[in-house]
């Protein structure tokens, strides 16, 4: 299970924070591979990094590895690799975030 549905509600909401911190800096991510720009890519990417390492250490570590691999990709000016895993990256994060949002209001529903 989780440590993140074993945390307090205000901490939960701390979590999902950095979570939709994390989805807006995805976005930023991808614009500058649209416009081919790696510096812009390499600071979303980290800060990305810092987010996910605040919201929370499992989550980061299965992240870490794809964003590691986009910056490598953006780096050597593959732009279009880079935010193709970007993007699958985005929609299940979104996705993920979302399920934790219903379910989070249904358990609050029951009580």
């Known amino acids: 299970m989780s440590r993140v549905s074993e945390e307090s509600p205000a901490e939960l ?3 999902l924070r950095r979570c939709d ?3 807006a800096l995805f976005d930023c991510a991808l614009r500058g591979c649209s416009t081919q720009s790696h510096p ?3 600071r979303s990417l980290t800060e990305s990094v810092r987010c996910l390492e605040l919201a929370s250490e ?3 570590g299965r992240v870490l590895s794809l964003l590691e691999f986009c910056l490598a990709e953006s780096e ?6 880079a935010a193709e895993v970007l993007i699958e990256l985005k929609e299940s994060w979104a996705e993920a975030i979302g399920t934790i949002r ?3 209001t249904r358990a609050a529903n029951l009580n």
């Open 13 to 15: 909401d701390r979590w």
């Open 21 to 23: 911190e994390v989805l």
């Open 40 to 42: 812009v890519v390499q």
């Open 58 to 60: 499992d989550v980061a």
């Open 76 to 81: 050597q000016g593959r732009f279009e690799e």
């Open 102 to 104: 219903r379910d989070r």
